[in-house]
């Protein structure tokens, strides 16, 4: 049996995550409307920190 090879990547954050969590959907929901987004709609965890900015709503 071959082992899975996983990357390690510093996020922005300074913690480390694998190559596979980086392209993990992160669910999020909006203070303002309670609307959740979650599954393929959800920000990629990579990308978590630009949609946090960009909707401020959004925790």
């Known amino acids: 049996m071959q082992k899975s090879k996983s990357i390690r990547v510093l996020s922005k954050e300074g913690t480390n ?3 596979k969590e980086h392209k993990d959907r992160v669910t999020v929901i909006c203070r ?5 987004l979650r599954g393929p709609h959800a920000p990629l965890r990579r990308d978590l920190a630009k949609f946090l900015k960009a909707h401020p709503s959004y925790e």
């Not at 303002?32 to 959740?36: A, H, L």
Request: no cysteine.
């Open 17 to 19: 995550i694998t190559s």
């Open 32 to 36: 303002k409307t309670m609307k959740v």
